[in-house]
């Protein structure tokens, strides 16, 4: 007996799965990594989303470590389990760190009192792993699983998969658009899906092809709020990047402060679907030092029956003269880094917003009037741009356990591509997947794992 894994996408959770496998005696001859992406040594900076370590191989290198950040994960595996799972991923980016004293945690332990009654704060460690580091790790942690046998395959992007008969199809990326491409086909005993943003097109195509059941999704939607930096300097010097939030459980509705920039922080507009929603980014180089700071104002809103819709139909409503709505009691839109005004058409009350939000409107206002309790000099020294939007998309139903698709029980999704949103959550859930497949494939004696498979060598995946 073998059993083929293959893991769709070497990326944070891909790699994490496979390391999790060899590392208690699975053989890595019996795993194949495939990745639309290069090798740790090939890959340029500008590949920001392929390759080793996917978006995480070259993103800020922050390993946040609570199960209220990241995506879902202690919803499948509860509390205790979902930070010992994420503890692993640290200490593997530690592990292949070529300096690991250099990996600094960040840690604010205590609530400051002056927030309170009005607001929690999110408190959560985070290890800075150094991005400058990461490619270094790439290249560590790459060599290794090498040396343990993983077969990859790199700059092969899967195009197919059949779940009821259990195989794939991939091309070489320089042949995509090539009608005679030549196509290579593999089979699998268990399929990772580990296909981060990059591949959410293709998880969206295969959801429609299988008609995956999902899991009910809340909206998430609000204002980018923006002000001056010094308002907010007592709870910065506290929690650079500060999570403010509060809950109506009753109501199924929750509001956070969310991507918080300071500093040097601009408000950008996005399109999506054709209308404006904003968002905000941090510049590094201090030359664009603006001492402004903005931060979403989210609100999740649960129980509505088709949230996409309904999120689309509020934005499209809070548009005048093909933009979004910018309302300050006193100030007026402010400038991108390259000086131009932030698009957007300036109202001077908000009845407008009122009418298209509703009762929702309220707890968006109300998080304002207690901020200007909490920060009392900022009083009316503050700006709106309507609408901030996050679409979430569409998460498969998974058996918790394992994180398996309901309806074909060896394809397991994990990381973005299921439900997470940054590296400790998306490798969590891949090395909880692989410790099931331990589990199902080897046996355990003295609480180690026994891995005996017959044609190691002869059994991979034949293109
Ligand atoms: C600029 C940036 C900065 C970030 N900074 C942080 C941070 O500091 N901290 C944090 O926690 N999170 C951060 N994130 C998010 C984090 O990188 C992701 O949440 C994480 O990498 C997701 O892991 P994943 O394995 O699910 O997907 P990824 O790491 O994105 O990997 C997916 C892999 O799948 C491959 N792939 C996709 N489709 C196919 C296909 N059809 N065939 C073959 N291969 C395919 C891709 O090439 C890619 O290598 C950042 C993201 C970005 C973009």
Not at 56 to 81: F, M, N, P, R, V
Not at 136 to 162: M, P
Not at 290 to 298: A, E, P, R, V
Not at 443 to 459: A, H, M, R
Request: net charge negative.
């Amino acid at each position: 007996m073998s059993k083929k894994i293959v893991i769709v996408g070497a990326g944070v959770a891909g790699v994490n799965a496979a390391t999790k496998l060899v590392d208690n005696g699975y053989p890595g001859e019996l795993i194949t990594i495939i990745d639309m992406g290069k090798d740790p040594y090939k890959r340029k900076p500008e590949e920001v989303m392929t390759g080793f370590l996917g978006a995480g191989g070259w993103s800020d290198g922050k390993l946040t470590y609570h199960t209220a950040i990241g995506g879902q994960l202690s919803k499948y595996c509860g509390e205790e389990k979902a930070m010992e799972l994420m503890n692993q991923v640290i200490t593997n980016f530690k592990r292949f760190h070529p300096k690991p004293e250099e990996v600094q945690c960040s840690n604010p332990e205590t609530e400051p009192d002056f927030i309170k009654p009005y607001f929690g704060l999110r408190l959560f460690p985070v290890w800075h792993v150094g991005t400058d580091y990461l490619s270094e790790i790439g290249k560590n942690w790459y060599d290794f699983l090498v040396d343990k046998g993983v077969n990859f395959e790199w700059e092969a992007k899967v195009v197919s998969i059949d779940f009821k008969n259990q195989k794939f199809e991939a091309l070489d990326i320089y042949q995509l658009d090539q009608p005679y491409a030549n196509t290579r086909v593999g089979d699998y005993d268990r399929l990772i899906f580990g296909v981060g943003k990059s591949g959410i097109d293709f998880a969206q195509e295969l959801a429609n092809q299988y008609e995956l059941p999902d899991e009910p999704k809340s909206v998430q939607i609000g204002v980018r709020f923006e002000a001056p930096q010094k308002h907010f300097q007592k709870l910065i010097d506290v929690s650079y990047d500060f999570k403010l939030y509060r809950k109506f459980e009753d109501k199924g509705v929750s509001l956070r402060s969310f991507c918080t920039n300071n500093n040097a922080a601009y408000v950008a507009v996005e399109e999506t679907y054709g209308d404006h929603t904003y968002n905000g980014h941090a510049k590094k180089d201090m030359r664009y030092r603006n001492d402004m700071t903005n931060f979403g104002i989210l609100m999740e809103i649960n129980g509505i029956e088709d949230p996409f819709a309904w999120s689309r139909n509020v934005v499209n409503k809070l548009q005048f003269n093909g933009t979004g709505l910018y309302y300050s009691p006193t100030r007026i839109p402010s400038t991108t880094a390259e000086g131009n005004n932030v698009t957007s058409f300036q109202i001077d009350n908000l009845s407008g917003v009122e009418h298209v939000m509703g009762e929702y409107w309220t707890y968006i206002m109300d998080f304002i009037e207690d901020m200007k309790k909490v920060f009392p000099t900022l009083q009316d020294d503050w700006g709106i741009y309507i609408p901030e939007v996050k679409y979430l998309s569409p998460e498969p139903l998974v058996n918790y356990n394992n994180l398996s698709l309901t309806k074909y029980p060896n394809v397991h999704f994990v990381g973005d591509a299921l439900s997470a949103r940054g590296i400790t959550v998306s490798g969590a859930q891949a090395i909880y997947v692989a410790e099931n497949v331990l589990e199902q494939f080897c046996k355990v004696e003295n609480g180690s794992y026994i891995c005996e498979f017959d044609n190691i060598n002869g059994d991979i995946i034949n293109w």
